[in-house]
């Protein structure tokens, strides 16, 4: 298997445009995360989907964000305005917990740079 | 929301030596404990875990060791090498209706002295 793909790897873009990221999870699995890495927050998870369905939407930053799953190969994080405070590293993770494990496997990330 | 503290935040040791990274966290009825490396400008990735019933658990040179009384958890890496040097993060399993994300914690920056 490929792995969690993500893309773009790395996206710059000015204040207040659109920016849309994309996962891929790896196939079979049914949960879907979405975490924000800075040097001052850590790791913080946004969002994630059991079998394409949000679950937990309580770390999204707030409405400038949202997050989409339709369907078990695919899922977009947008955020609208852009922020300069957005620029971060975006990393998508998928698990199998329906094979009883809880392990999450990290995608590549997106390095996100707002000007 | 769970609070998951770790220590050192960096921590240097010479090659070979032990090195032991520490977190607490504040939910008693979280019941998994991975910790990932992450090499600069990569992805996390995992390299033990431990779940609750379980008070440690071994892979070679890394071993993590569970308190669920305290409410603690350590990374133990023995003999460590050069490749070793990396940012090590704990994490929790939230719990609950709906908690299946992993809390962080900040991370400890691991550097191995040749």
């Known amino acids: 298997d490929a792995g969690v793909i993500q893309s773009p790897r790395h996206e710059v873009t000015e204040m207040g445009q659109e920016v849309t990221l994309r996962c891929k999870p790896i196939s079979g699995h049914d949960y879907l995360f979405w975490y924000r890495q800075t040097m001052m927050r850590g790791l913080e998870l946004l969002i994630y989907?059991?079998?394409?369905?949000?679950?937990?939407d309580s770390g999204m930053p707030e409405d400038r964000f949202s997050a989409k799953m339709p369907n078990a190969s695919f899922s977009t994080l947008k955020i609208q305005p852009s922020e300069p405070r957005d620029s971060a590293v975006y990393f998508c993770a998928s698990s199998a917990r329906d094979r009883g494990s809880y392990e999450q496997y990290f995608g590549p990330g997106t390095r996100l740079t707002v000007t | 929301g769970e609070n998951v503290e770790q220590h050192p935040s960096t921590l240097s040791v010479q090659e070979g030596d032990s090195a032991v990274i520490k977190c607490t966290y504040s939910d008693s009825a979280s019941n998994y404990f991975p910790w990932y490396k992450q090499e600069l400008g990569k992805r996390p990735q995992l390299i033990i875990d431990i779940r609750s019933n379980v008070g440690e658990k071994k892979d070679q040179r890394i071993a993590v060791t569970l308190n669920k009384t305290a409410k603690h958890f350590s990374l133990h890496i023995t003999e460590t090498q050069p490749e070793d040097s990396a940012v090590y993060f704990c994490a929790v399993r939230r719990t609950g209706g709906g908690a299946d994300g992993l809390t962080f914690g900040k991370g400890t920056h691991l550097i191995i002295q040749p």
């Open positions: 989907f059991n079998n394409n369905v949000p679950i937990d």
